[in-house]
């Protein structure tokens, strides 16, 4: 069980709440990358450890789209299917993925390495079409380069540099409290090229100051009303 596993990582994460049942989002996302993905035993496992009700574990799987209560693969690939990437290339790009890995939407490929997911906007309109693999984002992804993204993700995974599904690298299992980063602070992840590298946003440059005017000057007889003018 992960209590007796992980207790140390797990009282880590806890000891930084006021109050259990706030750290049930980093436990569940630590339980999902020790199982691959959340059964009603890991579900369970995790209320207990917190001393809540199962339902209510349950209802937060539920709720958010990155727990899965049914087994991934190491990528999970989601695409993003809304108007933005619609219009340059979405449809083709979740095509080829399909053609490529031999699997319909929501289905694993048969090595286990990829599961296919569309989704709803990604928040990177400007970088469409867009790929997000595990918490990964990787932008510009045409039907041309589908083969060379599955290509760079296997690679990524074979040198243990695969994020787990909950944003977790391998190597961080071996930091123990260390390694908890990923799952246990809300913090920014860069996006990523193919090939895993650090992807900068593009630079954007700002507006020009306007010019600046000088007022016009009143007229003599502007002047004179506005000083005959009644407070």
Same mark, same amino acid.
């Given at each position: ?26 436990? +569940? ?20 450890? +917190? ?14 789209? +990155? ?24 449809? %083709? ?56 993204? +599955? ?7 074979? %040198? ?25 602070? %809300? ?45």
């Amino acid at each position: 069980m992960l209590l007796q596993t992980q207790q140390a990582e797990i009282e880590t994460i806890i000891g930084r709440y006021a109050s259990k049942r706030s750290a049930v989002l980093p436990l +569940l996302y630590l339980a999902q990358d020790a199982y691959g993905y959340l059964s009603p035993e890991a579900i369970r496992e995790v209320a207990e450890i +917190l001393e809540l009700p199962p339902t209510q574990v349950f209802e937060v799987v539920g709720f958010y789209t +990155l727990f899965y209560d049914r087994p991934v693969g190491t990528w999970m690939l989601q695409v993003c299917d809304d108007v933005p990437c619609c219009y340059v290339g979405a449809e %083709e790009l979740i095509t080829a993925l399909k053609a490529t890995l031999g699997i319909k939407e929501d289905e694993t490929s048969a090595d286990g390495m990829f599961t296919l997911q569309r989704v709803k906007c990604l928040a990177a309109c400007d970088r469409a079409p867009v790929v997000q693999a595990n918490l990964d984002y990787i932008y510009d992804v045409t039907a041309e380069r589908a083969e060379e993204l +599955l290509a760079n993700l296997r690679t990524r995974a074979a %040198e243990a540099k695969a994020r787990g599904v909950s944003g977790r690298c391998a190597e961080d299992y071996a930091l123990g409290a260390k390694g908890l980063e990923h799952i246990a602070r %809300e913090a920014p992840y860069q996006p990523r090229a193919f090939d895993g590298s650090a992807s900068p946003a593009p630079k954007l440059t700002p507006p020009a100051a306007p010019p600046e005017t000088a007022a016009p000057a009143a007229t003599p007889e502007v002047a004179k009303k506005h000083e005959a003018s009644p407070l």
